[in-house]
């Protein structure tokens, strides 16, 4: 008589902002039932505007999927013999060393064996019949805990905690993006997803439908507002203010961040120019997302200086949102701030 409804909210607790979204399954696809975010101020915490957006939020579920990013992670695209899923869990335990800076017992380990055949090269050096390729991702358990305390402190349940570039590539998957098969004679095409945050800029790039690199760079944000106020001689407060208010002072900022930029498109460059190397591949698209692209004249930079294609990314195109619960205006404007928030909601679909 009354049809199971299952709810998810995906919980980004960014640096700056925490961003909450809410997925709904009321048919085969998805809807938005809900969307918060409430920036942290400086010196304020991430507790305080959990809080807040789950008093501004119209939720209906307290279950959340949040997710860890930064130091405490580590993530490995690494070549092993083949065998069963299993049994990888169990050899990976004996090797930990060969892959991780971390001690086993100091964090959480998990993997998932890939589909592609590992880069040549790895795989030629592989004298024990044929290898595989598997993502492993480790994470310090002392910083799951403390995210697991933050939301349960809250009242919230946690049922999963990811890490911020598989949430990435899981908001791609969701948004049912034309899967990049297209070869080019032998040259598989790939697509970067770039999320430029107040901190810190994920990438994860994409090939056949699945992950093959992955990196952060210690660039963001914050690093823009803080070239605006040593340029303007201002506090950073104001100067945030100012970078936002991009048309009445487009010229002071643009001049300002243009070093940051420059620093960040390097970095990505560099790494865009490995995996191309390093995997065959072509990088066609870089899919842009986070505060940081909001900047103005980011985006076209990251296009001219890296010589490829570059788009600014809404998460929720093709999303059905139940405007009665939701500011569909306020959604839209932040869209391209929810990526990491969608990813993580999406496992509605499996859990
Ligand atoms: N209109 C705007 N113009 C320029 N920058 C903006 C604008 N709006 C927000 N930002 C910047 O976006 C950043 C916040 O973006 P986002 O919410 O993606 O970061 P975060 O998830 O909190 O950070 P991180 O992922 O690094 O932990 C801040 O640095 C903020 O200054
Ligand atoms: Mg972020």
Request: proline share 4%; hydrophobic share 40%; charged share 25%.
């Amino acid at each position: 008589m009354f049809k199971r409804q299952k709810s998810l909210v995906g919980l980004d607790l960014g640096s700056s902002v925490v961003k909450a979204v809410e997925l709904s399954l009321e048919g085969p696809e998805p809807v938005v039932t809900g969307f918060a975010r409430a920036e942290i101020p400086p010196g304020g915490s991430a507790s305080d505007a959990v809080a807040a957006c789950f008093q501004a939020g119209k939720f209906k579920s307290k279950k959340v999927v949040t997710s860890v990013a930064g130091q405490s992670v580590v993530v490995r695209y690494v070549t092993m013999p083949k065998m069963s899923e299993g049994e990888l869990r169990q050899a990976i335990r004996f090797e930990t060393d060969k892959y991780l800076p971390f001690e086993l017992d100091e964090v959480q380990l998990d993997l998932m064996p890939l589909k592609r055949t590992p880069a040549s090269g790895e795989a030629a050096k592989g004298k024990d019949g044929e290898q595989q390729a598997v993502l492993l991702a480790a994470c310090k358990s002392r910083a799951i805990d403390e995210r697991i305390q933050l939301v349960q402190g809250q009242g919230l349940s946690p049922v999963a905690i990811d890490v911020d570039v598989f949430a990435l590539a899981n908001a791609w998957e969701l948004c049912g993006l034309p899967a990049d098969e297209v070869t080019e004679g032998e040259i598989k095409t790939a697509i970067a997803l770039v999320d430029v945050g107040a901190t810190r800029t994920s990438i994860n790039v994409i090939v056949g439908g699945e992950t093959c690199f992955s990196r952060e760079i210690n660039i963001g944000g914050a690093d823009m507002t803080q070239a605006v106020a040593r340029a303007m001689s201002i506090e950073n407060f104001e100067a945030e203010a100012i970078k936002r208010a991009s048309e009445a002072h487009e010229l002071e900022v643009n001049t300002a961040i243009q070093p940051v930029l420059e620093d960040l498109v390097g970095e990505l460059t560099l790494s865009l120019d490995y995996v191309e190397h390093h995997e065959g591949v072509q990088v066609e698209e870089i899919l842009l997302s986070g505060g940081g692209v909001l900047a103005p004249g980011a985006a076209q930079h990251i296009e001219q200086s890296t010589g490829r294609k570059a788009r600014t990314w809404n998460p929720l195109e093709g999303l059905r949102v139940d405007a009665s619960r939701v500011d569909v205006e306020e959604l839209e404007t932040w869209a391209p701030t929810l990526v990491v928030a969608v990813g993580l909601a999406s496992r509605v679909r499996t859990s």
